[in-house]
């Protein structure tokens, strides 16, 4: 994913396991939090217990706390963030800075203080952490490479093990926690899975009815990926053990973001909709289409209090370009049952 403001092209959030019930309709905004700063914005992380979220903000990360809106932390020295993986057993945070040569910067999750730059490659994206093997994720758009490291690693000193090809531009992945891991290939059209103890590519499934996979979100328990497409515009429902194609439904233009939460998925787009999508009557379809704010295409979902969090800002068109944000107009919407 790319950052408004720069490029833009997606995060998509990773959501694991994700429980409160039974699947209901209702969503709506609650709050939108004006926040500032300079730059655009680029994936959302949720830190549930502490009720934070992280934003990468092209040359910064902010911390922000969810339940006021206020900047707990600014994380500076990118230059060009992505994205934000958490560990908290061992209080550090990573950030993918695809800029120049390519960085992971590790910071500190209670100071936010920079601990480290670990040389990576451009274009590092996408990031995740999967509790369940200890290990962090990310990818190289440009590379078309997975990294996989231990959070461990040295932080002023630390190297990354060789990459593991992917055979095409990968854009947001997930993984089952179980030694697998998802990764969209946009210009493929298709899903690539690793197998990450043999560090291979395994097969590789289309995303058709959809097209250009951007967003993805996993139900680890019940085995189902959940992919953003952009063209066409789709929510695709995938056995994750098979790569059958279970369900598909229209979304908004412009996904960037893929959550779930139970029995409801989310797919946050650029024309300012989030749509929830759920089974009904055996078929998974688009049960509502909240009304957010142009240019809030990432998400965090906090399973805990039930809220989802947009980011976007006041846009401003430019002649045969992306619009850009208005300085100082950024904010976070907050949307609730």
């Known amino acids: 994913m ?49 009720h934070r ?32 993986a958490l560990v908290p057993a061992l209080g550090r945070g990573f950030i993918t800075d695809g800029g120049g040569t390519g960085a992971i910067e590790v910071f500190d999750l209670k100071t936010y203080a920079v601990l480290g730059k670990i040389p990576a490659v451009p274009d590092a994206d996408g990031i995740i952490y999967d509790k369940k093997i200890d290990r962090v994720l990310f990818v190289s758009g440009d590379g078309d490479e997975l990294f996989v490291f231990d959070p461990k690693i040295d932080p002023k000193s630390g190297k990354l093990d060789a990459p593991i090809p992917l055979g095409g531009s990968p854009e947001f992945l997930a993984t089952d926690g179980a030694g697998k891991a998802y990764v969209n290939i946009p210009e493929q059209n298709l899903v690539a899975v690793v197998d990450l103890k043999t560090r291979q590519v395994i097969a590789r499934w289309p995303v058709a009815p959809g097209g250009r996979p951007v967003g993805m979100a996993i139900d680890a328990a019940k085995h189902l990926l959940f992919v953003g497409c952009r063209n066409p515009q789709k929510m695709v429902v995938m056995n994750a053990q098979t790569g059958a194609v279970v369900g598909s439904t229209p979304i908004g233009m412009g996904n960037d973001a893929a959550g779930f939460g139970d029995d409801e998925a989310f797919a946050s787009t650029f024309e300012g909709t989030l749509t929830v999508v759920a089974q009904k009557d055996g078929k998974w379809v ?30 401003q068109p430019v002649a045969n370009g992306r619009p850009r944000p208005k300085p100082g107009s950024f904010k976070i919407v907050e949307v609730g049952r």
């Open 53 to 84: 979220l992280f934003v990468t903000r092209g040359t910064h990360t902010q911390a922000i706390d969810e339940r006021t809106g206020a900047v707990l932390g600014d994380i500076p020295g990118q230059v060009h963030s992505h994205g934000v």
């Open 286 to 315: 688009a049960v509502q289409n909240v009304e957010t704010l142009k240019g809030a295409r990432t998400m965090g979902l906090d399973a805990t209090t039930e809220r989802v969090y947009l980011p976007t800002a006041e846009l």
């Open 2 to 50: 790319h950052a408004i403001g720069k490029r833009v092209v997606p995060m998509a959030m990773l959501l694991l396991g994700c429980t409160w019930g039974a699947a209901q309709t209702g969503w709506h905004v609650l709050r939108t939090f004006p926040i500032g700063g300079e730059g655009g914005w680029d994936y959302v992380t949720i830190d549930a217990p502490q």
